[in-house]
């Protein structure tokens, strides 16, 4: 038994921001493998549910006549991975999303969950922000558009109002035509395990494929929201695909645009050498898979120093840590404590919010 | 305060009153008996307790069951034939002895019924990759990736022949 008051199944996403908007403390539920996973362990119990998870209005991936594609918030990951417009034009987003959990949790899960969440590590989020994605939500006042990039105020926080429902992801057609990108995600184990961290690229090539004419760089766990690097997508526009110097740019310049921390999974040492190396090689895979030469791997163990300089420290970033570096140190000392700590651990992260709101930040 | 929900389980159409804040595990297992459906973590994390709904295997421990009213479940329980025995997907895994303690199981069954249903062959790393959402403590998992492989095989047989 959940420890929850009631819930309500919604008829449709209006009379859900209804309910939501009678009882200011209800929680919306969607897949559940969030928020069940926090009633689980206390956290939020007692409250009314309210229910979109049988609402098919917004389920589904659409093509539209203008070539933009819809993604509809209820969607589960799993639909998206086998979705053929997916497929088609965003692989980059089924393969990322096939990173979650595991099968079951893909089958449960859906997309609109995990970026409303609001956690760092979620595995869909950094390509999301590649994309440009466009967050539809409806609220008691009516329908309102966000960009993804103002989406994301801190770890577990959005900037959508307790009776605002997310409806759909749009991606415009100007990010998906002649778009190429790889998502990379760093864990301990291949299955049923949180990023340590999360890189995502997308490039497209000029048209004799030899520079890279516009590129994209979005991490998950870097910092305590998902992040664009500006600055780093800025130094490689109009370079050659093969420059390594110009990667080298590059990745310096992503590692001034982040802020990892330590956390029981990794260190912020560890993790900043995942930002450097994963860079290198998401945009190596991108620059291939749009048929392109990539630089020589060689550049990748050559500028190992690039870690070690606490590029970090660098105050440009947007997203700070404030209150996400207050319970690393718990994580610790369930690692110290017993020997099944991980299980615990991940578990406690899991459930939210003890991990700065993220799961892992 | 229960509420009467029905639902079609192992191919019969089952009516019951139940809690709505009832995980469909604990429906499963407290209302209907079917214990093959294990309580393992409870947080989505072993697979113990998957069962397939409409289909789709998925964990009932964080599913509610109000979620499930008029839709399909299949659990170990729905697998035997008209006459008792073992479904083909059950066979391979005593074949193969990729059984040790059992409790982890009858997810993976269920797990592999949807691989099997899928039709198609799968390298060893793909079934890796589907089994993944299941924890073993027992086998090391080799034996098991053994027996949905063989039963994979065979109905690819069946389908041939057929
Ligand atoms: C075992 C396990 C492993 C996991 N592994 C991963 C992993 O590897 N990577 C990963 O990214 N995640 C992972 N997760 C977390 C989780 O599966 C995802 O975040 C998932 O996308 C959540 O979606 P949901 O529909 O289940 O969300 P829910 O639990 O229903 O909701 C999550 C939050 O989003 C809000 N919400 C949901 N839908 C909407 C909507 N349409 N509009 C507005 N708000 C909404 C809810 O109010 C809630 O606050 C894992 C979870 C479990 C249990
Ligand atoms: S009991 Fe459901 S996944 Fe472990
Ligand atoms: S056989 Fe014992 S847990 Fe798998």
Known sequence: ?361 | MLEIISMRVNGKDVELAIDPRESLLDTLRRRLGLTSVKKGCEVGECGACTVLVEGEAIDSCIYLTVWAKGKSILTVEGLKSPTGELSPIQQAFIDEAAVQCGFCIPGIIMSAVEIVGAGRRYERDELRKLLSGHLCRCTGYEKIIDAVEKAVEAKLASQRAG
């Open chain 1, 1 to 361: 038994m959940f420890d929850i008051e009631s819930i309500y199944e919604a008829k449709s996403v209006g009379d859900a921001v209804r309910a939501l908007n009678e009882r200011p403390d209800a929680e919306l539920i969607s897949g559940g493998t969030d928020v069940l996973i926090r009633l689980r362990a206390g956290k939020g119990a007692g409250r009314p549910l309210v229910s979109i998870h049988e609402l098919s209005e917004i389920k589904g991936v659409e093509l539209q006549e203008n070539g933009d594609i819809r993604i509809g918030a209820g969607t589960t990951f799993v639909k998206i991975t086998n979705s053929p417009v997916i497929q088609q034009y965003i692989p980059m987003l089924g393969e990322a999303v096939d990173t979650v959990g595991g099968p079951q949790i893909r089958s449960m899960g859906t997309i609109g969950g995990n970026i409303c969440n609001g956690a760092t590590s979620a595995d869909s989020a950094s390509t999301m922000f590649t994309l440009e994605a466009e967050i539809v939500l409806e609220g008691p006042e009516g329908e309102r558009v966000v960009p993804i990039s103002e989406f994301y105020i801190g770890p577990g926080q959005t900037v959508r109002q307790h009776a605002e429902v997310c409806k759909y992801f749009l991606i415009r057609r100007d990010s998906i035509d002649g778009w190429h990108g790889r998502y990379i995600k760093y864990g301990k184990r291949k299955a049923m395990e949180i990023a340590t961290l999360g890189c995502a690229v997308r490039v497209k090539l000029s048209s004799d494929k030899k520079l890279i004419e516009d590129v994209r760089l979005a991490y998950g766990v870097a910092a305590p929201t998902p992040v664009r690097c500006h600055k780093a997508e800025a130094i490689l526009r109009g370079r050659r695909t093969d420059d390594e110097m110009a990667v080298e740019e590059f990745v310096k310049a992503a590692l001034t645009e982040v802020n990892p921390r330590s956390s029981w999974r990794a260190s912020k040492e560890f993790r900043l050498q995942l930002i450097a190396e994963l860079a290198r090689r998401a945009l190596a895979d991108a620059v291939r898979l749009a048929g392109g030469k990539a630089a020589d791997e060689i550049a990748c163990w050559r500028s190992g120093s690039l870690a070690e300089s606490d590029m970090a420290d660098d105050t440009s970033c947007k997203a700070t840590a404030d209150s996400a570096s207050c319970d690393s140190m718990a994580d610790k000392e369930v690692c110290a404590k017993t020997g099944s700590a991980s299980t615990d651990a991940n578990r406690r992260s899991r459930t939210g919010e003890e991990e700065g709101g993220g799961r892992d930040a």
